[in-house]
């Protein structure tokens, strides 16, 4: 354990104004209030802040972040008070030790729920200071340090999931490398320690066959950029366990196809030197295409630039070279904690902390802190592609990032009115996956709406976040819609009159806290308007149910008390059976299934089958006349196997305005084609049109609408 003037000794040597007796008071103050305690390992508990202390010392921190080092679990885990803190040490070390505290429960705690929320807790900390994430990565490595002395295994490996999904990836994100493969080498550890033990093996026989080979390559690189001229300082090392491992994994490939288990890095004076590096290397030995990146033109979010490629180097090896200057080799080596922007304000400015703002976008659409946690996760993991606006402004991006995701990195209403897009000067489908250098223009519309199948195929949590908020504010509005209609019909079946304030008086029975809120649960079908119609009048609650009587599954329901539908978004508190496809001028029948609102069927269905002995599911609905909206009908053609057959199918479909979004080959032989398809259509007439219309083409055998 590091000794009280060691650690003083240690911050005066890089930060002489540090204060001395406020850091000498620390020490007294957490070595008194932790007093006995003792850790799972039987050493002194108080040597966990110590060592904690010593870490952030050993990225040069400045006093106040030492001092929390030194106190963050002293409010936490013993008598002292946040006011003790604060009247001792300032309210600077209180703010910071009091952003840490807060986030203390996360290691003791293994439902997800309370983990998320934690998350959400840190995030919101580290906003206003970047220190508190310091301090905790601090707190987190030592504590990885010595996982190895708890003795529950599940409980160790719970900390090393937690550590690799959040912690290393946020280490990575502040630009601290050495601490996220730390981290993620000690989880690896735990959670598959025998293929570490194999990659360790591995990486063994290849040093003992191989001889120092890093030193032989070393000792070439120098003397040739030597002979050019270039003053340099190069250094090599192994990559390790883990990083070897997930590159197996994500590329799947072979240990013996890597081409970069060795990572060598030259730092030169000046940013010329480096792409006059780049050059001799290249000319000198075999580069490996599609393996070079230029991150000092384009830096990473993290504020982290160096010039990456891989050659066949000296001794006929694959190699991974890493050129940049002494600043960016800081930067690289300390992150965020070379630039001092904590000593003045500036937490959240420049663009290495853009992706920390993002995250707090995330935070404000997120419904639960389980989503906000899945979406930070993909924001956090993910290998990034770089496009440009049509005016140059450089947008970083998850690979596997769409127009969509790149609507939303401009702005949240760019991303919300995303109509089209344009990539390279091309119009390209919103779901097609953007490459790095690509330029992307966003058409947008204000009459367009978020679409629920975009959270398909978008890539960024900020995307996927915003697409959920807004599909479901539309389909609490559906279902409250959809749950008013139905309850105002079961009232007018009974002879009672609807009035809001009679069910406003009835709330408590619900539980819930507002007439919509019950509009809510009656539209999803957890509740029915029967259930609301015996709480209003309780005399009814002997009487029969209604709802058995409201729908003759053969017959149809009664128009004039029908509930209008209208499922404006597909799957919302209203939609369409894919069984028998309904359109409108069909007659048809509500099925109400719980928490999903009400499936519509054609009154012959086959699946009403299934209903038969449910009356209480059964609503009575019909076509709104005045939605605009286009459904999907389907239809079943057997056609000649003749060329250009389907040509004349299609041209006659489209002639007859209709729209084919999916076609399917159920059966071919020789002579015929069985086809399944969909196409939008505005009512069963038009369909009826086009039906006729195909069965006068000579190449159609037959044509009937498919709706079972």
């Given amino acids: 354990m590091m000794r009280q003037y060691d650690l003083v000794e240690r911050v005066k040597s890089y930060d002489p104004a540090a204060d001395e007796d406020a850091l000498n008071r620390a020490y007294v103050f957490s070595m008194k209030a932790h007093g006995a305690q003792l850790r799972e390992s039987g050493d002194s508990y108080f040597s966990h802040p110590v060592e904690v202390a010593g870490i952030l010392s050993d990225k040069k921190l400045d006093c106040d972040s030492i001092i929390t080092g030194l ?25 910071l030790v009091d952003g840490v505290t807060k986030l203390s429960q996360i290691e003791s705690q293994s439902d997800q729920t309370k983990q998320a929320e934690n998350f959400r807790k840190l995030l919101l900390a580290m ?27 599940e409980k160790r490996r719970r900390i090393s999931r937690e550590t690799m999904d959040i912690y290393a990836p946020l280490a990575e994100r502040i630009g601290i490398r050495d601490w996220k493969d730390e981290l993620e080498d000690l989880a690896f550890v735990e ?11 591995r990486l063994d026989f290849l040093r003992n066959r191989g001889g120092d080979l890093i030193s032989l390559v070393m000792d070439e690189l120098t003397g040739t950029l030597k002979k050019k001229g270039i003053r340099s300082m190069v250094s090599g090392r192994e990559k390790t366990p883990y990083s070897v491992w997930r590159k197996m994994q ?44 230029d991150y000092i033109s384009i830096q990473k979010p993290n504020g982290y630039k160096s010039l990456h490629t891989s050659v066949i180097g000296p001794e006929n090896q694959r190699i991974e070279m890493q050129i940049r200057t002494r600043d960016m080799h800081e930067v690289a080596e300390l ?10 304000g500036n937490y959240t400015e420049g663009k290495q902390y853009q992706w920390l703002r993002e995250l707090l976008e995330i935070l404000e659409h997120a419904d639960a802190p389980e989503e906000f ?29 769409t127009p969509v995701d790149f609507a939303y990195a401009v ?15 091309r119009i390209a489908p919103l779901r097609t996956q953007l490459n790095n250098g690509d330029q992307v223009e966003i058409l947008t519309s204000k009459t367009q709406n978020p679409s629920p199948a975009w959270e398909g195929f978008v890539s960024t949590g900020k995307a996927r976040a915003c697409i959920r908020r807004y599909v479901r504010s539309q389909q609490r509005k559906e279902y409250i819609s959809l749950g008013r209609e139905i309850t105002e019909k079961t009232f007018r079946q009974h002879g009672h009159e609807f009035r809001l304030k009679a069910i406003k008086a009835v709330l408590k029975q619900f539980v819930l806290g507002s007439t919509d809120d019950v509009f809510f649960d009656v539209g999803r079908g957890q509740l029915t308007g029967f259930d609301v119609l015996i709480a209003v009048y309780p005399e009814m609650k002997n009487g029969a149910n209604p709802v058995a009587q409201a729908v003759n599954p053969r017959l149809g329901g009664d128009s004039d008390n029908a509930v209008p539908i209208r499922g404006l978004i597909p799957g919302m508190a209203v939609h369409y059976a894919e069984c028998c496809h309904p359109l409108p001028g069909d007659r048809i029948v509500g099925i109400v299934i719980t928490g999903k609102g009400v499936t519509i069927h054609t009154i012959d269905c086959e699946t009403l089958e299934n209903f038969t002995n449910m009356p209480e599911r059964w609503l009575d609905v019909a076509w709104d006349v005045d939605s605009a909206t286009t459904h999907v009908g ?15 199918l299609t041209t006659v479909i489209g002639r007859n305005s209709g729209n084919i979004t999916n076609l399917k080959i159920t059966d071919r032989s020789a002579d015929f084609f069985e086809l399944l398809v969909d196409i939008e259509v505005s009512d069963v007439k038009q369909l009826t049109n086009i039906v006729a219309g195909l069965r006068a083409t000579p190449e159609v055998n037959s044509v009937d609408r498919d709706q079972h």
């Fill in 191 to 201: 959670l598959n320690p025998d293929g570490r033990l194999s990659i360790i093996n």
């Fill in 71 to 95: 106190l963050h679990d002293t409010v936490e885990d013993t008598v002292a008070t946040m006011d003790d803190i604060n009247r001792l040490f300032g309210p600077d070390v209180a703010r």
């Fill in 127 to 153: 906003s206003e200071d970047i220190r508190v994430l310091l301090v905790k990565l601090a707190d987190r490595l030592h504590n990885m340090r010595t996982l190895h002395h708890v003795g529950r295994l």
């Fill in 634 to 648: 389907r239809i079943r053609i057997v056609l000649a196997n003749e060329p250009g057959s389907l040509a004349n």
């Fill in 335 to 344: 992150g965020v904690a070379a630039h001092w922007l904590y000593k003045q």
């Fill in 411 to 425: 702005h949240t209403e760019v991303g919300n009115t995303c109509v089209g897009a344009k990539i390279n000067g």
């Fill in 250 to 293: 994500r590329k799947n490939i072979g240990f013996e196809q890597l081409s970069d288990i060795m990572a060598f890095r030259v730092v030169v004076e000046s940013v010329e030197q480096c792409y006059q590096t780049l050059g001799v290397i290249h000319s000198r030995y075999q580069m490996i295409p599609g393996r070079f990146k």
């Fill in 373 to 401: 946690l899945e979406h930070t996760k993909l924001e956090m993991f993910a290998d990034q592609v770089f496009c440009f606006s049509p005016k140059g402004d450089l947008q970083s991006l998850p690979r596997g990032s």
